[in-house]
């Protein structure tokens, strides 16, 4: 919590909801149901900002639990081949400040967030994390060999959102071309960009 939320609870009047909150909900580790939660997840969404605080906001997605718990005070993703920009693996590296949101919007319409410090981490480096080469060898195929680097992040709070406003949608089977560089696949110029350049 920072002292912009205290002081902004007092402002206005939400300071004992608020405490009931950090009492009841927030923890400081991921407990057995929120590591279950996410090993069921196949989207997240993820917060960084740079050394200045500019933020961006990110969607990352895989198979069903493509972020991996190792541990009730660690995760960890897969970095898959994307559009070359590298934005928030640019961030991590200058301010390891990660914020994580799974969102369920099929079965459980729940969510849950997950905020902390990030590192990025090349395979042979999983190994400062206690993980052997037959479990990294393990990850590469069920990656299908896409991953080609980690993120992994340190649990500095965990808390449930609500699921008041989570819309409930149908899930849709489709084959999904993963690593793919066919521009209608990726969404081409949906939003006219290079025409008004």
Not at 92 to 105: A, Q, R, V
Request: proline residues 2%.
């Amino acid at each position: 919590m920072s002292q912009g939320e205290r002081n902004l609870q007092s402002k206005y009047g939400t300071k004992r909801r608020a405490e009931a909150f950090y009492n009841n909900q927030v923890l400081d580790h991921l407990n057995t149901d929120m590591a279950q939660f996410i090993s069921e997840q196949e989207m997240a969404f993820v917060a960084t900002s740079d050394s200045e605080g500019n933020c961006d906001n990110t969607f990352r997605a895989g198979n069903p639990g493509f972020v991996r718990v190792l541990d009730e005070r660690t995760l960890f993703y897969p970095e898959y081949r994307g559009n070359g920009v590298m934005a928030s693996l640019g961030n991590i590296s200058e301010n390891p400040h990660i914020g994580l949101m799974f969102i369920d919007f099929h079965t459980h319409h729940i969510g849950l967030h997950v905020n902390g410090t990030a590192e990025i981490l090349e395979d042979e480096s999983l190994a400062s994390l206690g993980i052997d080469d037959d479990t990294i060898q393990r990850l590469q195929q069920e990656e299908d060999g896409r991953a080609e680097r980690w993120v992994v992040i340190r649990v500095d709070e965990a808390y449930i959102h609500c699921s008041k406003h989570i819309p409930h949608l149908l899930k849709k089977s489709e084959v999904v071309d993963w690593g793919t560089d066919d521009e209608k696949k990726k969404g081409g110029d949906f939003f006219n960009v290079r025409r008004r350049k």
